[in-house]
């Protein structure tokens, strides 16, 4: 496939209502729809190219995914959701190498990523390398090393990029983004992060586990191991926990070794609950604080710590430095203490106090609160859906739609017409709330829609911000890993601690270089 030497530049220069969209240097009149390929098919990935399809706007031209017994199941799924497509008549694949071997005949415009996290950028970059278009499931990438070369490889070959992170294109999230953006806080020194994650088993007993069987299990019809692992070392396929085995799996998930799923908790494989569920509960603060570069990192408290999988509980502690605002000219945002916590862990309710003597002293499963110099910010759920604000002066939170002072705050970024969010209420009920986002992806690769100057794109998590939010998520990952304060310099990618050093690259297996 021809790479077009200016794709993005193109893109923006398109008109909208023309009838014509560019993809690569292919111009294609209107009707044409985007051929799409599938790179993970079940699971989250159905989720993410089925919208696209039933948009009327792609078609599928190839899948990938390396079991098998994929296929079926997806064309199983297919059929209970009543849409009229038949994968036995499109290439599929168990090899991600072999599929973009072949991208050109098979003539991919854009591509879908929803593999386990070590797979995204070995992916992704041969993908964008060709001049393809992704949307990648977050986390971006599993380690900074990629990260790196991912956001070098996205704007060398001006493609476009969307990480999954459903939530940005919530009407919600970007009104309390714009919100937070005019300074009605003041001056935000503080923010707390939380998750019920991890939800699938990981922390000491895992290790001990896979330690204790070193021969392995039969493999399942289907499954290409050696396509499963990809970039990661050799190691012998590992079915099933027993049923009576000591693991932790609070949402019954099933005990699934690696595949499929319960992968995640693995440092070679996954991110853990961090990079799982940052991206999106993260994500309004870093937009609304125009969060930059993290100077150093510190795990401050760790449960079940071993030298395989994430822990079981966590509380991190990241330091963001001192920046110029980008949306108030001349303003410089002072440097903020930000806490993630995970496994269960929470805020105390004298974090939040406010909050917390209006709701009998509890404070949300999940959420981000923002504290300032002159009041505070609850995002009340994972992705920004329901958002409320109490300034000094109030006696209680109320939701950023209908808060007086937050009324006030012009209108800055676009809203998603399809983003199903509640007209003039930020909601937690978001049946389909993520179709916004996948649709914003193939408008942005037609050339319509909106512009969004914060990203330079028509995509708002392109690599402009994912990549910069990515950053920090994955010097906590790595916070989890090596104990004590690390110090991050992101201009030589390099940490102050040898062991540290050593996590920022993946391992590469010989004949899966990318």
């Not at 707390?192 to 088993?201: A, E, F, K, L, Q």
């Not at 309004?284 to 994430?310: M, P, Q, T, W």
């Not at 996590?503 to 270089?513: A, D, M, Q, S």
Request: charged share 25%.
């Amino acid at each position: 496939m021809k790479v077009c030497a200016s794709r993005r530049g193109f893109l923006r220069g398109m008109a909208a209502g023309t009838g014509v969209f560019a993809i690569g240097c292919k111009s294609l009149r209107g009707g044409q729809k985007i051929r799409l390929a599938a790179v993970g098919v079940m699971g989250k990935g159905y989720s993410d190219w089925t919208p696209m399809v039933k948009s009327g706007l792609a078609e599928m031209v190839a899948f990938c995914d390396a079991d098998y017994a994929m296929r079926e199941k997806a064309q199983l799924r297919l059929a209970q959701d009543g849409i009229d497509l038949d994968m036995y008549k499109i290439p599929f694949f168990t090899d991600y190498r072999s599929l973009l071997d072949n991208a050109g005949l098979l003539g991919i415009d854009a591509m879908t990523i929803s593999t386990p996290d070590h797979v995204h950028a070995p992916v992704a970059v041969r993908a964008m390398q060709q001049g393809i278009h992704v949307y990648v499931q977050k986390p971006l990438v599993r380690t900074l090393w990629e990260l790196d070369y991912f956001g070098r490889t996205a704007k060398a070959n001006n493609v476009i990029v969307q990480m999954g992170n459903q939530g940005s294109s919530l009407d919600s999230m970007r009104r309390c983004t714009e919100v937070l953006q005019s300074g009605i806080l003041g001056d935000a020194k503080e923010v707390h992060v939380w998750t019920n994650r991890p939800v699938w088993p990981q922390g000491k007993a895992v290790t001990d586990w896979v330690k204790g069987h070193p021969k392995g299990d039969k493999l399942r019809p289907g499954l290409n191991w050696n396509a499963w692992l990809a970039t990661a070392a050799e190691r012998p396929f590992l079915d099933q926990y027993p049923k009576d085995a000591d693991v932790y799996d609070p949402w019954n998930l099933g005990k699934n070794v690696y595949h499929t799923f319960t992968w995640r908790g693995f440092f070679d494989f996954g991110a853990g609950a961090f990079g799982d569920m940052a991206c999106h509960t993260m994500n309004l603060a870093f937009r609304g604080l125009e969060l930059g570069g993290v100077s150093d990192a510190e795990c401050v408290s760790i449960k079940s710590e071993n030298d395989l999988a994430y822990p079981l509980a966590s509380k991190v502690k990241l330091t963001y430095k001192a920046r110029a605002s980008k949306v108030r000219p001349g303003v410089t945002l002072p440097a903020l203490t930000l806490y993630w916590y995970d496994g269960g862990l929470k805020p105390a309710a004298d974090v939040m106090p406010k909050w917390a003597s209006a709701h009998d002293g509890k404070v949300p499963e999940t959420g981000c609160y923002i504290i300032g110099s002159k009041g505070s910010v609850l995002m009340q759920d994972d992705y920004g859906a329901k958002c409320a604000i109490a300034l000094d002066s109030d006696k209680e939170f109320k939701d950023v739609f209908e808060h007086e002072a937050a009324k006030a705050v012009p209108r800055s970024i676009p809203f998603r017409t399809d983003s199903a969010a509640a007209a003039g209420k930020s909601t937690v009920e978001m049946k389909g709330f993520a179709n916004g986002h996948y649709i914003e992806f193939l408008d942005a690769i037609r050339g319509v829609g909106p512009y969004y100057e914060q990203t330079h794109s028509r995509c708002f998590a392109d690599v402009e911000y994912c990549v910069p939010q990515m950053e920090g998520i994955l010097v906590g990952c790595i916070a989890q890993r090596v104990p004590g304060k690390l110090v991050w310099d992101s201009a030589t990618q390099t940490f102050d601690n040898a062991k540290a050093n050593a996590l920022v690259k993946p391992y590469i297996r010989k004949g899966w270089e990318f």
